[in-house]
């Protein structure tokens, strides 16, 4: 019984991530990046997001800058608009956000990774 469930999440694992692998990212490319936007460079590893906390201006324009140590993460921010992105080992995934309220917004990983998945969050706090 308990080898039919693993066997069940790993199907299901696998289809999810082939769904959210055919969902296109939108990246930032070198010319979209405004001279003097804020970077903020965020590792992803293994269940984790280095930093996992991170702190921004309200209206400030700033670009996340993502790498992965180890294998294909994911990164979205529901309460911002779903703004998501893939980061994959050895290249480097941007996203620009200009965030117009003070608040908490958590994120997390979208993309199945292993287990302990379920706790590779985040939150960026946002500020006058």
Not at 17 to 36: F, K, N, R, T, Y
Not at 99 to 114: A, K, S
Request: proline share 5%; glycine share 10%; aromatic share 6%.
């Amino acid at each position: 019984m308990i080898q039919q469930k693993k066997g069940l999440w790993l199907v299901l694992a696998l289809v999810m991530v082939s769904i959210m692998m055919s969902v296109p990212a939108v990246p930032l490319h070198a010319e979209d990046q405004a001279e003097g936007d804020q970077v903020i460079r965020i590792t992803a590893k293994r269940f984790e997001y280095i930093p996992s906390e991170i702190r921004i201006q309200k209206g400030v324009p700033v670009v996340l800058e993502f790498t992965s140590l180890d294998r294909i993460h994911g990164f979205t921010i529901p309460d911002l608009g779903g703004i998501r992105t893939t980061i994959e080992p050895g290249k480097v995934s941007r996203v620009r956000i200009v965030v117009p309220t003070v608040g908490t917004y958590e994120f997390h990983c979208d993309l199945f990774c292993g287990d302990g998945h379920e706790g590779m969050t985040g939150k960026i706090i946002v500020e006058d």
